[in-house]
């Protein structure tokens, strides 16, 4: 198949496009195309009109990080703003490819890699796409400091979010701003329990996050959840959430709250900046 596209970009007169798959963790595989009619191969369909475009893949020899971007407009029927909010794009496996339009069959791989940090703004969005190399960049080992370094609910953390104990489902009475939500009283959970939780919407039959809360508070009898960003769209009264625990990352929490101090990966007595620039004191007695 490159043999192939080598000869067609050697005749001069080529007919060629570019041409994405993205493979989510869901599951779900999305193909997009910069060419003005669709595109079908290796049992994809690559959908124009998208307004996804790319930037100039950069390159280079050795274990150099291959770098591009994409941007593309925010539609319902691509990528939609709710699926990047809920997550469903952090870490989707993205081919690029070189192809002939008029022969797909004539095609050859450009890029392959994830995608990266997400944008998103006035009805739009621009992903950083990072090659496979971008593994070798990260840092490898252990931070020592006195927080939690897991993520509760994780294979670390071993905390069960679903437990009753620490998520509870709830009708929404009003909301404002698509940021301040109030709910009816939670009794058995303290004020506070839910700050810097998630807090997840049932989207196509399963539970999102759409949010994390800022502040978990009571007010006249009603649960005020703010977020630190606005939903989407502004939820319609009735609508039904989960409020998931948060956790402050500090070792008492995790013994309190959570009872999972035989799992706190931090270092709670780890000595402190006042400890480390400390000095000697002489003392004159008489």
Same mark, same amino acid.
């Given at each position: 198949?490159?043999?192939?596209?080598?000869?067609?970009?050697?005749?001069?007169?080529? @007919? +060629?496009?570019?041409?994405?798959?993205?493979?989510?963790?869901?599951?779900?595989?999305?193909?997009? @195309?910069?060419?003005? $009619?669709?595109?079908?191969?290796?049992?994809?369909?690559?959908?124009?009109?998208?307004?996804?475009? =790319?930037?100039?893949?950069?390159?280079? /020899?050795?274990?150099?990080?291959?770098?591009?971007?994409? @941007?593309?407009?925010?539609?319902?029927? =691509? +990528?939609?703003?709710?699926?990047?909010?809920?997550?469903?794009?952090?870490?989707?496996?993205?081919?690029?490819?070189?192809? $002939?339009?008029?022969?797909?069959?004539?095609?050859?791989?450009?890029?392959?890699?994830?995608?990266?940090?997400?944008?998103?703004?006035?009805?739009?969005?621009? +992903?950083?796409?990072?090659?496979?190399?971008?593994?070798?960049?990260?840092?490898?080992?252990?931070? %020592?400091?006195?927080?939690?370094?897991?993520?509760?609910?994780?294979?670390?953390?071993?905390?069960?979010?679903?437990?009753?104990?620490?998520?509870?489902? =709830?009708?929404?009475?009003?909301?404002?701003?698509?940021?301040?939500?109030?709910?009816?009283?939670? !009794?058995?959970?303290?004020?506070?329990?839910?700050?810097?939780?998630?807090?997840?919407?049932?989207? $196509?039959?399963?539970?999102?996050?759409?949010?994390?809360?800022?502040?978990?508070?009571?007010?006249?009898?009603?649960?005020?959840?703010?977020?630190?960003? !606005?939903?989407? /769209? !502004?939820?319609?009264?009735?609508?039904? %959430? /989960?409020?998931?625990?948060?956790?402050?990352?500090?070792? /008492?929490?995790?013994?309190?709250?959570?009872? $999972?101090?035989?799992?706190?990966?931090?270092?709670?007595?780890? !000595?402190?900046?006042?400890?480390?620039?400390?000095?000697?004191?002489?003392?004159?007695?008489?």
């Amino acid at each position: 198949m490159q043999e192939a596209l080598l000869a067609h970009l050697r005749s001069g007169s080529t @007919t +060629v496009c570019r041409a994405w798959a993205v493979r989510r963790k869901d599951g779900e595989v999305l193909g997009f @195309t910069d060419h003005d $009619n669709d595109l079908e191969f290796e049992d994809i369909v690559f959908v124009a009109r998208t307004g996804l475009t =790319a930037r100039a893949l950069q390159q280079s /020899t050795g274990l150099s990080v291959d770098n591009s971007e994409a @941007t593309g407009a925010l539609t319902d029927a =691509a +990528v939609r703003e709710e699926d990047i909010l809920a997550g469903l794009y952090d870490g989707a496996e993205v081919t690029a490819f070189q192809v $002939n339009w008029e022969n797909v069959d004539e095609r050859s791989i450009l890029f392959r890699g994830t995608f990266g940090e997400i944008v998103r703004a006035e009805g739009a969005f621009r +992903v950083e796409l990072r090659g496979l190399t971008e593994a070798l960049n990260r840092p490898i080992g252990h931070v %020592f400091h006195a927080e939690c370094s897991a993520v509760l609910g994780d294979g670390r953390c071993k905390v069960d979010l679903k437990n009753a104990a620490f998520s509870v489902q =709830a009708e929404l009475r009003s909301e404002r701003d698509a940021r301040i939500l109030s709910f009816d009283a939670l !009794p058995g959970f303290a004020a506070g329990w839910f700050g810097s939780g998630r807090l997840l919407q049932e989207i $196509n039959g399963q539970w999102r996050p759409c949010g994390v809360i800022k502040q978990d508070r009571t007010v006249l009898g009603a649960r005020i959840i703010e977020l630190w960003q !606005p939903l989407v /769209t !502004p939820p319609p009264g009735g609508s039904l %959430f /989960t409020l998931e625990a948060g956790c402050d990352k500090r070792s /008492t929490t995790c013994q309190a709250r959570f009872a $999972n101090f035989l799992n706190f990966r931090g270092f709670p007595h780890i !000595p402190g900046e006042d400890w480390l620039r400390a000095s000697p004191s002489v003392s004159v007695s008489g």
